[in-house]
């Protein structure tokens, strides 16, 4: 059984930091392109960032300079470091899993509030 389980969210003030875990089970990591989507309320999801099997990284332009998205293929673990978060960074974040065969894994996402 495949399972994305996310973790690391939570609330934290304007100018803060948080980082996000994504621990994957009942796959071959390695074999993943893995990324980071969020939804805030009353918006569409959309891409964070994605990190491919080589660990080629791409942003939203929203987020370039403040986010870094990683992942350790032996902890079968991603990360997204965020900093310098803002209000609109206020979203419920999901890991994602996508294989090159068509394999599409999501996470049930994790609340991340940034609010004074």
């Known amino acids: 059984q495949v399972q994305l389980v996310e973790s690391g969210g939570g609330l934290v003030q304007p100018g803060g930091s948080l980082r996000l875990s994504c621990a994957a089970s009942g796959i071959t990591f390695w074999l993943f392109a893995m990324g980071w989507y969020r939804q805030a309320p009353g918006k569409q999801r959309e891409l964070v960032a994605t990190i491919t099997q080589r660990s080629a990284t791409n942003y939203a332009d929203s987020v370039k300079g403040r986010f870094t998205i990683s992942r350790d293929n032996a902890k079968s673990t991603m990360y997204l470091q965020m900093n310098s978060l803002e209000s609109e960074d206020t979203a419920v974040y999901f890991c994602?899993?996508?294989?090159?065969?068509?394999?599409?894994?999501w996470g049930q996402g994790t609340q991340v509030t940034v609010s004074s």
């Open positions: 994602t899993a996508k294989s090159r065969n068509g394999d599409d894994y």
